[in-house]
């Protein structure tokens, strides 16, 4: 018993010391991270819906799908590029990276956009 | 008149209804129905008085009533002509012909003005149709007025100058100058020639007249003849537009003959013959589809009626199938071609002959006893010697009163079709199996042919079947049909038909299965047994299911011959095919509606935490720019992904790719120009922050 205690209180710790670590992110990383929730949630939801009814019309289903993953991968490449603790993109200026994530999803978006029939 | 038209279209009505390919039949009803479906004027009236005339004339001769409507506009046009001093002898003429049979009045002062004027036609003519059209109208004028100073001064000098265009032949040309010469012309000139006689003043001298009836032997012996006795003229088709036909031509010839021959007293030795073959070619067309035509065959029909040289009379058969079983007596109605009656006269029976034999005749000479009641001659009983079968029966029609013999001709004898059928007696029909060696019959049973038979036998290859019957006629004598045939049909359809002999009155056919067997294929079974006995004469002609025999055949070898496949039915052939019906893809299941949108919901739940999210964070819009021209280009930026996702829009909903890539590049360019405006603005706002 007492050791479950403890266990919770660990993880509690635990939990504490992330979102503390967690706290001193900047700003824009903490966005970008919202991002990439909200896209991810938007996939998860039609898996859902697709798991339910079938996947009748399944190129929609997997643009619709392919188009969230995308822009989270994305968005993830655009958080390592921005992220200023990663030395080796230090050259890049956070404008660049942000030109590069505009382009590519406008491709990937074309590209969806034609796959969803 | 009408009324013995009446009595006669009963007797016609009959008359019509049998059929024969060497039967000539009088004019009946069909004639007059086709009268009045070709004679019809168009907006009421014909397109020339000649048209006129001939409907009139037809209407007359087959006794159809005048339209009075019809009469009043002929009387019209014709006093149009009389009175119109630019009409033509010809137009007189057919004027003239229309009023004789219309009757319409004529002013006296006109047909003064006519006669002049036909008798200066008269002198003046140079060609054949010149005197004919001025001298017809002449006789016509004469007829009709009063008037009765009409009369050719020079009617010996017409006569001559008319003769001037005969030929050694009979023939005539139209004119001097013109070397053809037709029968076509000699009738017309024969017609002109009777005008100039019956105007003529004074005698005209008898040379003249007979070298003219030795013209018309001379154009008789030209006469052309088809193989069923009918006679025609036809002229050499020499030049297109003269040429006339048999019809046309053998129709003038005729009118020409009846004309003279009615104008002089003298008789023109023709035979009778003659008369009745051009009698059988105008009845032999039947119906002519064209009112030309039509009029040509009744006005010749009508000449031959009551010409003065012979009338021919015409044998006409209520039926020409006779049947013995239910005792048909021979009727035979004799009447003129026109089907008017004729004086009394006497049928004989004089021969018969089955067909296709030349035997002594079958019947020996008799009368036909006359019925008052139908008009027609009858004979009850047929003699003892026909029996079924078809004949040619020889008839001779003699006249009671010798007076009138001259002018009707009978024919010297008349053969005719006849076919007498009867019910065939079917005797002693049994069917059997009997043992191959001895003979013995193993089961036999008796048919009845009349009736329905369900016989079922048996038998294997080492027996034989017999089927035999008899067959009688009502004389009692053998008959021997056209077709008598025992048909077996195996159950695969596989079919063999024999043919059943015979020795007198008795049919019968063995088979012998031993020697069948390969004719069979070696296929054991059921075999559906079918009997054809079938004659033209016989009246109870029959095909019968008898019933069905099972044989049993041995086993095929090896090498023996496999049954020929089935004719597929040409109707499964070439018929219709069986339609196609597409089976599409049944559409997917769907999922509801309802469902449908609470995940759609369920998708911006998402974007709302996100926003939400970003509330949280404090997110704000200070880092916009605030000078014009980067806020400009900042707000041009996010106008242009605005316009791009747009553009997708579109794409997903209408556009296809390549107009979609064509506006793309514009706004691709147009983009990365202010994008790369702001961005690298931004990048030198934040560059001197951090060296600020």
């Not at chain 2, 070709?38 to 005339?53: I, R, W």
């Not at chain 2, 004469?142 to 009617?155: G, I, P, W, Y």
């Not at chain 2, 004949?391 to 009707?408: C, I, K």
């Not at chain 2, 036999?444 to 036998?457: E, F, P, R, V, Y």
Request: proline content about 4%; charged content about 20%.
């Amino acid at each position: 018993m007492g050791r479950t205690s403890s266990t919770k209180e660990d993880a509690g710790a635990l939990f504490h010391s992330l979102r503390s670590a967690y706290a001193a992110t900047p700003v824009n990383l903490k966005i970008i991270d919202l991002y990439v929730g909200f896209a991810i949630f938007t996939a998860l939801i039609q898996v859902v819906y697709m798991a339910m009814v079938g996947s009748f019309p399944f190129n929609s289903f997997l643009s619709g799908v392919l188009s969230c993953v995308g822009t989270a991968v994305l968005a993830v490449c655009l958080r390592i590029q921005v992220n200023k603790e990663n030395k080796e993109f230090k050259d890049l200026p956070p404008e660049r990276a942000f030109a590069d994530f505009v382009l590519c999803n406008l491709v990937l978006h074309l590209v969806i956009m034609n796959f969803l029939g | 008149m009408a009324r013995r038209l009446t009595g006669f279209l009963v007797l016609l009505l009959v008359v019509s209804i049998c059929e024969a390919a060497f039967l000539f039949q009088p004019i009946s009803d069909s004639h007059r129905s086709a009268a009045l479906e070709l004679f019809t004027p168009d907006h009421g009236s014909f397109k020339s008085l000649e048209e006129t005339y001939e409907a009139l004339r037809t209407f007359q001769i087959l006794g159809i009533e005048k339209k009075p409507d019809l009469t009043a506009t002929a009387c019209r046009s014709i006093s149009e002509t009389v009175g119109s001093s630019s009409s033509t002898a010809k137009d007189f003429f057919y004027a003239l012909k229309a009023n004789g049979i219309a009757e319409c009045k004529i002013d006296k002062n006109a047909s003064k003005g006519i006669i002049s004027r036909l008798n200066a036609a008269v002198s003046g003519a140079s060609s054949l149709l010149d005197f004919y059209y001025s001298v017809g109208g002449l006789v016509l004028i004469k007829d009709q007025s009063s008037e009765a100073d009409v009369h050719l001064a020079d009617a010996d000098g017409v006569f001559r100058s008319v003769k001037a265009f005969s030929q050694s032949d009979g023939r005539w040309r139209y004119s001097s100058n013109n070397p053809e010469s037709s029968a076509f012309a000699a009738g017309i000139a024969l017609e002109a020639l009777a005008g100039t006689v019956s105007l003529a003043s004074s005698e005209i001298d008898q040379s003249l007249i007979s070298t003219l009836k030795n013209d018309i032997i001379k154009l008789f012996d030209s006469i052309e003849k088809y193989d069923d006795g009918a006679l025609y003229f036809d002229d050499k088709l020499v030049d297109g537009h003269e040429y006339q036909g048999p019809l046309s031509t053998t129709s003038s010839v005729l009118r020409g003959l009846t004309a003279f021959a009615a104008v002089t007293a003298e008789n023109l030795n023709l035979p009778g013959d003659k008369m009745l073959g051009l009698a059988k070619f105008f009845l032999g067309i039947g119906v002519p589809g064209d009112a030309k035509d039509f009029f040509n065959q009744i006005d010749s029909l009508a000449c031959l009626e009551s010409n003065r040289v012979s009338i021919p009379l015409i044998l006409s058969f209520p039926s020409t199938v006779l049947s013995l079983t239910r005792k048909d007596s021979l009727k035979v109605g004799v009447s003129t071609v026109l089907g008017s009656e004729v004086p009394s006269v006497t049928v004989r029976l004089v021969g018969a002959f089955a067909s296709g034999s030349k035997d002594a005749s079958l019947v020996e000479s008799q009368e036909l006893n006359f019925d008052k009641t139908s008009g027609l001659h009858i004979l009850n009983d047929l003699p003892k010697s026909i029996d079924v079968g078809s004949y040619t029966f020889v008839f001779e029609v003699v006249l009671h009163e010798p007076e009138p013999e001259e002018f009707y001709f009978t024919g010297s004898q008349t053969k005719v079709p006849i076919s007498v059928t009867g019910l065939i007696k079917i005797e002693n029909s049994e069917i059997a199996v009997l043992d191959s060696d001895l003979g013995n019959i193993e089961s036999q049973k008796t048919l009845d042919l009349a009736g329905k038979n369900a016989i079922s036998l048996s038998a294997n290859h080492l027996q034989k079947l017999r089927l035999s019957f008899q067959l009688t006629t009502p004389r009692g004598r053998s008959f021997k049909p056209h077709q008598v045939f025992l048909k077996l049909r195996h159950e695969s359809k596989v079919e063999h038909i024999f043919v059943v002999g015979n020795s007198g009155k008795q049919f019968e056919i063995v088979l012998n299965f031993l020697g069948l067997v390969e004719k069979f294929f070696y296929l054991s079974g059921k075999y559906d047994m079918e009997l054809t006995v079938g004659d033209a004469a016989m009246e109870n002609s029959l095909l019968v299911a008898i019933g069905h025999i099972e044989l049993d055949l041995p086993e095929a070898p090896e090498k023996a011959p496999r049954p020929p496949p089935q004719p597929v039915d040409p109707y499964s052939r070439y018929g219709p095919k069986a339609e196609i019906t597409h089976i599409f893809r049944a559409p997917e299941k769907r999922p509801p509606q309802e469902l449908s949108l609470v995940f759609l919901g369920l998708t911006i739940l998402p974007l709302l935490g996100f926003l939400i999210g970003l509330l949280r964070l404090g997110v704000n819009l200070k880092n916009f720019p605030t000078k014009p021209v980067p806020a400009t280009f900042a707000i041009l930026f996010h106008v242009g992904i605005g316009a791009v996702l747009l553009l997708y829009v579109f794409f997903w909903v209408k556009l296809d790719l390549f107009q979609t890539l064509k506006l793309l590049g514009f706004l691709g360019v147009f983009l990365v120009f202010v994008g790369h405006r702001i961005l690298s603005h931004l990048a030198a706002a934040s560059a001197k922050l951090k060296s600020a």
